[in-house]
């Protein structure tokens, strides 16, 4: 067989198993989106924040800062920019909560985007979290039990990251997975805040950036700034 058969049949046989392999094809065209906060608004297209009573958020020098002073208030940013029920999906996000938080849900999957509500207890409508006080973190999962897996201390600094794969859903806290959960196909919606509750709890969070990646993200150009340059220096890359 000459040369150039071997190529040609080498090609083929390439071809068909990425035809054949929709969970390759599926991360081979996925698309990044990195939001680093570089303008003093947040695209309507792209994010929808929902705040209750005197909960509010500013952008400040490249930082998204959300503040929930007290009991009744409450506030929630959704991202609205791509699917992510049926398709794969990454969400990761540097953040920094204020050590006087009290179980900051960091990133969270809900099944409603539902504003900040008055709630006593969890509400069923959340799915998957990582929440973080002054006394537990860790991620949190929506089972009989509300169980929690990771760190069993505060964490008030560093980068989440949820990846949705094929069937399963696999949560990192600094490039160390937590945890892996299987996917329940149903409505998601993915958010960050300090504070999901109008009715307890309360804080401030600041994120540097959020990253996202799937096949219906819409595409920038994910050009390292000097911020998330430093940022990965401390932490390890994925």
Request: charged share 20%; glycine share 6%; proline share 5%.
């Amino acid at each position: 067989m000459s040369y150039k058969c071997c190529v040609y049949l080498a090609v083929i046989c390439l071809l068909s198993v990425a035809i054949t392999s929709p969970c390759w094809i599926s991360q081979a065209i996925a698309a990044e989106y990195l939001e680093e906060f570089d303008t003093n608004n947040l695209d309507a297209n792209l994010w929808e924040m929902k705040a209750e009573g005197d909960a509010s958020y500013e952008i400040v020098d490249g930082q998204l800062i959300m503040t929930s002073p007290e009991d009744p208030d409450g506030i929630l940013l959704y991202w609205r920019g791509s699917d992510i029920v049926e398709e794969d999906f990454t969400v990761e996000i540097s953040a920094t909560v204020a050590p006087n938080t009290e179980n900051a849900g960091v990133i969270a999957f809900i099944k409603e985007d539902l504003p900040p509500t008055l709630n006593t207890t969890i509400n069923s409508a959340w799915k998957l979290m990582f929440w973080c006080g002054a006394n537990t973190s860790g991620w949190y999962i929506n089972d009989d039990t509300w169980s929690r897996t990771g760190a069993e201390g505060p964490e008030f600094e560093g980068v989440w990251k949820a990846e949705i794969i094929g069937g399963e859903i696999s949560c990192y806290y600094n490039d160390e997975e937590v945890v892996v959960v299987d996917k329940i196909q149903e409505d998601r919606f993915v958010c960050f805040g300090p504070d999901t509750y109008t009715s307890h709890y309360s804080g401030e969070m600041t994120i540097d950036w959020i990253r996202l990646s799937g096949p219906s993200v819409p595409a920038t150009a994910v050009e390292p700034s000097e911020k998330l340059s430093t940022m990965w220096g401390a932490v390890k890359h994925f």
